[in-house]
Structure formats: structure tokens, C-alpha cells
């Protein structure tokens, strides 16, 4: 093989290297985006939650068993 032929060969496969290498980015660049929409989601979801262990400890839930009674002892002594 001359001199020649082997720089031709390096280059070629430089080249497929180098889109080898662009596919790779290309795929991660992907999965990347996949990973930060979930980590969106998942941010969303954890305030959500934070919010309402938050209301849950204000007491500003309305227990809906005590707000029936109550109504009904309103309703009876309107009577």
C-alpha cells in the first residue's frame, strides 16, 4: 500500500469518525431534552405537592364530615 493510499484511508476514515460522532451527539442531544421535559414534570409535581402538605398544615383543608355537621346543627337551630 503507498503513501498515498494510506492518507486516503485516514481520511475516509476521519470522515466516518466524524459522523459517527455527530449521530452520537445528535442521539444524546436527544435524550437530553427527553430528560429536562421529565425533570420539568417532576419539579412541577414536587411543588404541587409541597403546596398541599403546606395547606394540609394550615388546617385550610375544610373537613368535610365537621362542615356537614355543621350546616345540619345551622339548618336545626334556624328551625
Do not use: C, H, P, W
Not at 492518507?7 to 475516509?12: A, E, G, H, N, R
Not at 451527539?25 to 412541577?44: D, S, T
Request: aromatic share 6%.
Amino acid at each position: 500500500m503507498s503513501e498515498e493510499e494510506k492518507k486516503i484511508i485516514l481520511i475516509t476514515d476521519l470522515v466516518d469518525q466524524r459522523l459517527r460522532k455527530e449521530q452520537e451527539i445528535e442521539y444524546y442531544e436527544k435524550e437530553l431534552r427527553k430528560i429536562q421535559e421529565r425533570l420539568g414534570y417532576l419539579y412541577k409535581e414536587k411543588t404541587l405537592t409541597e403546596t398541599i402538605l403546606s395547606i394540609i398544615q394550615t388546617e385550610k383543608v375544610v373537613d368535610i364530615k365537621q362542615y356537614m355537621q355543621a350546616k345540619l346543627e345551622n339548618k336545626n337551630e334556624k328551625t
